[in-house]
């Protein structure tokens, strides 16, 4: 018997903290060999699928060709989008001709084509909603701001899936009446960030107008958030935080400042971290408790959002940033590839947060 090692993406606290201080070709490597572990490989496979009769019961890769791996479509699909963002990033690494051939062999017109069918099938109206969704146009966005030829015949072929997404979003807005504020997939705070970030790169007024008003009509009345409940024991993202990075999207420096005071009055003046912190995972191995090790890294990019969306002398920056530095030094030293649990996801998360992704410059 052959042994395997397995060695985490961030192996010791000391390579988490000279990550934090910018992205290595050798830590994008590891990051990149998460996602292209898992792209292809089908099983084991936690598919969200309504059958219509015998026929529907399918193998993933024949029911969605182009994302059927990494557990579960969604995860498919941002997993895709990290090796977009990497190789983009990365034009001349090692890893970079590896993931543009997985690229390539996912992103064909037949595949697409296939996806869209499924997309638009019946009974299919909350497919990915929102989540999947969201991560489709982020992906579409990438592959859009890509200068490069395979790049934007990607992008190309990408486009009716892009659409269809787009579509049904914009369909279900005007339904939404009250948000979702759960800490996982369902959140609409969250999706809804992604979702602004594809329209401007698209250049989809339609759909970044309806989102800012639903988005306003939703959430910007809100005051007091309480983030002393947060989190719940499986929430990979944080109800408050992201409402106050979908906010700081949407509103002017000076008035988003004084809409965050109302909406998370104590972020403290000192500059202190201890206001928030890091969740504690008890269980890597368990697919659900992981989810609170993508919860320190997304905290860490919604905090260095908010903190972004203030004027340059707003006194709270201080401890927003060190209680995101805290959540990254959680979150990165769980990034691995021994458990497939978090494996096969915790590299996107990873991905977003190192590479600055969703910042106002980024």
């Given at each position: 018997?052959?042994?395997?090692?397995?060695?985490?993406?961030?192996?010791?606290?000391?390579?988490?903290?000279?990550?934090?201080?910018?992205?290595?070709?050798?830590?994008?490597?590891?990051?990149?060999?998460?996602?292209?572990?898992?792209?292809?490989?089908?099983?084991?496979?936690?598919?969200?699928?309504?059958?219509?009769?015998?026929?529907?019961?399918?193998?993933?890769?024949?029911?969605?060709?182009?994302?059927?791996?990494?557990?579960?479509?969604?995860?498919?699909?941002?997993?895709?989008w990290l090796l977009a963002?990497?190789?983009?990033?990365?034009?001349?690494?090692?890893?970079?001709?590896?993931?543009r051939a997985a690229l390539?062999?996912?992103?064909?017109?037949?595949?697409?084509?296939?996806?869209?069918?499924?997309?638009?099938?019946?009974?299919?109206?909350?497919?990915?909603?929102?989540?999947?969704?969201?991560?489709?146009?982020?992906?579409?966005?990438?592959?859009?701001?890509?200068?490069?030829?395979?790049?934007?015949?990607?992008?190309?072929?990408?486009?009716?899936?892009?659409?269809?997404?787009?579509?049904?979003?914009?369909?279900?807005?005007?339904?939404?009446?009250?948000?979702?504020?759960?800490?996982?997939?369902?959140?609409?705070?969250?999706?809804?960030?992604?979702?602004?970030?594809?329209?401007?790169?698209?250049?989809?007024?339609?759909?970044?107008?309806l989102l800012r008003q639903?988005?306003?009509?939703?959430?910007?009345?809100?005051?007091?958030?309480?983030?002393?409940?947060?989190?719940?024991?499986?929430?990979?993202?944080?109800?408050?935080?992201?409402?106050?990075?979908?906010?700081?999207?949407?509103?002017?420096?000076?008035?988003?400042?004084?809409?965050?005071?109302?909406?998370?009055?104590?972020?403290?003046?000192?500059?202190?971290?201890?206001?928030?912190?890091?969740?504690?995972?008890?269980?890597?191995?368990?697919?659900?408790?992981?989810?609170?090790?993508?919860?320190?890294?997304?905290?860490?990019?919604?905090?260095?959002?908010?903190?972004?969306?203030?004027?340059?002398?707003?006194?709270?920056?201080?401890?927003?940033?060190?209680?995101?530095?805290?959540?990254?030094?959680?979150?990165?030293?769980?990034?691995?590839?021994?458990?497939?649990?978090?494996?096969?996801?915790?590299?996107?998360?990873?991905?977003?947060?190192?590479?600055?992704?969703?910042?106002?410059?980024?």
């Amino acid at each position: 018997m052959v042994a395997v090692v397995l060695i985490p993406v961030f192996p010791t606290p000391a390579a988490a903290a000279v990550a934090s201080e910018g992205l290595s070709v050798e830590a994008a490597g590891r990051l990149a060999e998460l996602a292209l572990s898992c792209v292809h490989r089908e099983y084991p496979n936690k598919i969200s699928h309504v059958l219509q009769g015998d026929g529907d019961a399918r193998p993933p890769r024949e029911l969605t060709p182009a994302f059927y791996g990494c557990f579960d479509w969604h995860s498919a699909v941002h997993g895709h989008w990290l090796l977009a963002r990497l190789a983009r990033a990365f034009p001349d690494a090692p890893f970079a001709a590896r993931c543009r051939a997985a690229l390539a062999r996912s992103l064909t017109p037949a595949a697409v084509a296939a996806e869209v069918r499924y997309l638009v099938g019946p009974d299919r109206t909350d497919f990915e909603r929102p989540y999947g969704l969201a991560w489709l146009l982020q992906l579409a966005a990438e592959l859009r701001e890509w200068d490069d030829p395979a790049a934007r015949e990607w992008a190309a072929t990408l486009t009716p899936l892009e659409t269809a997404a787009a579509t049904r979003i914009r369909e279900w807005l005007p339904k939404l009446t009250y948000p979702v504020r759960s800490g996982e997939h369902s959140q609409t705070a969250f999706a809804f960030g992604l979702i602004a970030d594809w329209a401007r790169i698209a250049g989809d007024t339609a759909t970044g107008t309806l989102l800012r008003q639903r988005g306003h009509a939703l959430y910007f009345g809100d005051r007091d958030c309480p983030l002393s409940y947060e989190p719940s024991g499986q929430d990979f993202l944080s109800p408050c935080l992201a409402e106050a990075d979908l906010a700081r999207r949407t509103m002017a420096p000076t008035r988003f400042a004084a809409w965050l005071g109302g909406f998370l009055p104590r972020i403290p003046l000192d500059g202190s971290p201890m206001w928030l912190a890091p969740a504690f995972v008890s269980d890597p191995a368990d697919g659900k408790i992981v989810h609170l090790s993508g919860l320190n890294l997304s905290r860490a990019w919604m905090l260095e959002g908010i903190a972004a969306g203030l004027p340059a002398d707003d006194p709270r920056i201080a401890a927003l940033r060190a209680a995101a530095e805290a959540h990254r030094q959680a979150g990165l030293t769980a990034v691995s590839a021994e458990h497939y649990e978090g494996g096969h996801w915790l590299g996107t998360f990873a991905v977003y947060l190192l590479t600055g992704r969703g910042l106002p410059s980024k």
